[in-house]
């Protein structure tokens, strides 16, 4: 009887010395992106021909940083493009941490790509990098190249999610 005293001592006392237990906080978590999901996410009026989105989202009580995230990802199909829209939220900050977002031609090349990270961000527009000289975006980029020998694929997204992952995983 003493042995089994001592294991509820043990899985008890983490709860009460850090004030909620790591399943409360997961439920807290999931609960506020639920809610934050429902009201950013669904129901948004979508403009004619627009075509049609499709969003789903992850939640993850991040212990190391004491935060909850949401990675909520969105699919857009319209006649002329594909679209990818990927958002990074702090939820109990109700912050935007990152996004990025992709969209496709027909033929599967880059037709549109930006990303932010915080306050920084990484945009090659159109697939294109600025050109000093005619002080246009008119080079075409790796990421844009690959994109024509590899349909519907953009190789700059792996820095987006290099850059997401500890804030899902930890």
């Not at 899985?11 to 997961?26: D, E, H, T, W």
């Not at 934050?36 to 212990?63: C, E, L, S």
Request: glycine fraction near 8%; charged fraction near 25%.
């Amino acid at each position: 009887m003493n042995g089994n005293l001592r294991i509820l001592i043990f899985a008890v006392l983490p709860g009460i010395l850090y004030g909620q237990s790591g399943i409360a906080l997961q439920e807290k978590c999931a609960n506020a992106a639920h809610a934050m999901f429902n009201a950013r996410y669904q129901d948004v009026p979508i403009p004619d021909g627009q075509g049609k989105w499709f969003w789903t989202y992850v939640t993850h009580y991040n212990k190391k940083r004491d935060r909850c995230f949401m990675l909520v990802t969105g699919k857009g199909y319209a006649a002329d493009a594909t679209t990818t829209s990927i958002d990074l939220i702090d939820i109990f900050e109700n912050k935007q941490l990152a996004s990025y977002m992709c969209s496709f031609e027909k033929d599967g090349s880059i037709k549109y790509r930006s990303a932010a990270i915080g306050e920084v961000q990484f945009n090659i527009m159109n697939g294109f990098n600025f050109n000093p000289v005619t002080k246009k975006w008119d080079i075409p980029s790796k990421d844009y190249e690959d994109s024509k020998k590899n349909p519907f694929t953009d190789t700059g997204k792996g820095r987006f999610d290099r850059w997401v992952k500890p804030y899902m995983n930890e």
